[in-house]
């Protein structure tokens, strides 16, 4: 299993980005996707995730109203859209996947994810 995500860089606030995960190795069936990020000096935070099963999702609090999550099983590929971005969203940003053996959302809490990307950094300027 490979997750490469892309789609970051520099934003102004108010702005938007859509940041790719592009999976390899492994088909979305039966796996859940997501999304976390991580601020400078602050712990990982979960965000969003799809099922590739049904393609259900879950967000969690911080991501709710702004951001988006889908996926495109034929590619491979997940997608987060984020709008409305505010400074306090710069972060890195991985997508994580792994076998959907619970709900999402403990999957999201627990952050049970056996599998994660490199990370993209996104940047919003005030």
């Known amino acids: 299993v490979q997750l490469v995500e892309s789609g970051g860089g520099l934003v102004q606030a108010g702005g938007s980005l859509t940041l790719t995960c592009a999976g390899a190795g492994f088909t979305f069936d039966g796996y859940a996707i997501g999304w976390f990020r991580q601020a400078p000096g602050k712990e990982r935070e979960g965000l969003a995730v799809?099922?590739?099963?049904?393609?259900?999702?879950y967000y969690t609090d911080s991501a709710k109203g702004r951001f988006t999550i889908s996926s495109d099983n034929a590619k491979t590929t997940v997608y987060l859209r984020m709008n409305s971005l505010q400074p306090e969203d710069t972060a890195n940003y991985y997508c994580?996947?792994?076998?959907?053996?619970?709900?999402?959302?403990?999957?999201?809490?627990?952050?049970?994810?056996?599998?994660w990307g490199q990370g993209t950094h996104v940047t919003v300027s005030s």
């Open positions: 994580a996947a792994d076998r959907q053996l619970d709900s999402l959302a403990t999957m999201m809490q627990f952050v049970l994810f056996g599998y």
């Open positions: 799809v099922s590739g099963t049904d393609s259900s999702t």
